[in-house]
């Protein structure tokens, strides 16, 4: 059976906005996202809008594979700082083979907690409806994802690196009852994480 190329989800429901692995919120401080390599993050270079795009296609590996150019967009809560900082924002998706991809029961909630130098956890959840030859939802719980900030991302931009996170069918008739979701993304100006 030829492979049906389509996806869309992120959550970065990716993910999308940045990440760690295993760092609690009592040992991680406060963090922000900031135009500039300093710590604090000073008044005026804090980012409250995230605007990031996928690298490449993020991809839904299944019995088919479901592969989609990725946006998010999003703002800050609590004034660009927190413990962890939330960011609450949309996904869209553009997707090859005919297929589409739609978050829904938005808007996704990510949430970026400083674990390093220029190094983040990202978490977050969300709901995708795929729509390609199969109709089907898949949500992504707990997905988690690792966020380089400037200095230390290859692009010297930044980047969030969601990978083999498992997503789970939620409706549809003849789907996959899991997945494999991976996303990389980076925001459209340099961004460091910052405290």
Known sequence: M????????????????????????????????????ESPCMAGNT????HEESIGHASLL???TVECETLFLGDTLNSGLGSPLIVHGKFSYTCL?????EEENG??????????????????????????????????????????GALTAANETGEVVLNEQEINKESGVFCPS??????????????????
Do not use: W
């Not at 980012?47 to 995230?50: D, F, K």
């Not at 083979?97 to 991809?101: F, K, L, T, V």
């Open 2 to 37: 030829k492979p049906i190329k389509m996806f869309g989800l992120a959550a970065l429901a990716t993910l999308v906005a940045t990440g760690c692995v295993g760092a609690s919120s009592a040992l991680a401080g406060q963090t922000s996202l900031c135009e500039a390599d």
């Open 47 to 50: 980012i409250t809008h995230v």
């Open 62 to 64: 299944s019995f088919v």
């Open 97 to 101: 083979e005919d297929c589409n991809a």
């Open 107 to 148: 808007p996704a909630e990510i949430k970026v907690l400083k674990a390093g130098n220029e190094l983040a956890i990202v978490t977050g959840e969300g709901l995708v409806h795929v729509i390609c030859g199969l109709n089907c939802r898949y949500n992504g719980v707990n997905l988690e994802a690792h966020a380089l």
């Open 178 to 195: 899991t997945g494999d979701l991976d996303i990389e993304t980076e925001p459209l100006v340099k961004t460091y994480i910052s405290s």
